[in-house]
């Protein structure tokens, strides 16, 4: 079957548009939410993620000409636009453009029923109002029953990474983490905390480098139950010291 002049010129047409709004056509399309700290994996097809990096290499190159740098003559700034779209698109972003790691799930076989606490973990991520770093460390409290889920202490790591690999803001991402880990582990209780360091008050504006912010969540029997959450946060401190 031949194909139409039409339909010819409609595909002539996607292969000219940007990759970034092929992206976010689907996305519409869908009725699909694409804030800064959204994962957009489910929408990226193989092969594309590389159009789309050059794309923002392109954009970059633009910005940094925008900012009056002589790009094609300064000799420390003449790849800067293709290392921005390397970092942005498969480093400090990859948790927009990749899938979930994959987590080994175990069964509950021994029907543990303690506190568990794992951390300090290390995060890093950027805000997505001035995309300055967030530098920080994520404690997390698990109370398993029967029909938990137990998964080993690196995949807590690797999810938390995952959340904050995405222009975020601290008090949505520590959210973000409790929902993750509670839909993978199903525990009778939950808690997340998160401290960081913003970097877009230590470098820029007040440029304070002593204040840090700390958020909580809890969840099920860390909410429910006043002793274990006295616990959690007493045994907690004593690692934030």
Not at 34 to 43: G, I, K, M, Y
Not at 199 to 213: E, I, N, Q
Request: charged residues 25%; hydrophobic residues 45%.
């Amino acid at each position: 079957m031949q194909t139409a002049p039409s339909d010819v010129a409609s595909i002539r047409h996607a292969d000219a548009t940007a990759m970034s709004d092929r992206i976010r056509h689907r996305l519409r399309e869908a009725g699909a939410r694409f804030h800064a700290n959204d994962n957009l994996a489910d929408f990226i097809r193989p092969g594309e993620l590389d159009e789309l990096q050059r794309e923002v290499e392109d954009k970059a190159d633009a910005l940094l000409r925008a900012l009056v740098i002589d790009v094609e003559h300064d000799h420390n700034t003449r790849e800067t636009a293709r290392r921005l779209a390397k970092m942005f698109v498969r480093e400090v972003f990859a948790g927009r453009y990749q899938a979930a790691p994959e987590v080994t799930e175990f069964p509950n076989v021994q029907h543990l029923n303690e506190l568990m606490i794992i951390g300090p973990m290390r995060v890093r991520s950027a805000c997505s109002h001035h995309l300055c770093p967030i530098m920080g460390r994520a404690w997390v409290g698990v109370m398993p029953h029967a029909a938990s889920n137990l998964i080993g202490l690196s995949k807590y790591a690797r999810l938390i990474d995952w959340v904050m690999s995405r222009p975020q803001i601290q008090e949505e991402a520590v959210v973000q983490i409790a929902d993750l880990l509670e839909s993978r582990l199903r525990p009778d209780g939950l808690a997340v905390v998160l401290e960081a360091d913003h970097y877009c008050m230590h470098w820029r504006g007040v440029k304070d480098d002593g204040a840090r912010m700390v958020n909580s969540v809890m969840r099920g029997s860390f909410l429910a139950d006043t002793s274990l959450r006295k616990e959690f946060l007493s045994l907690l401190a004593e690692r934030r010291a």
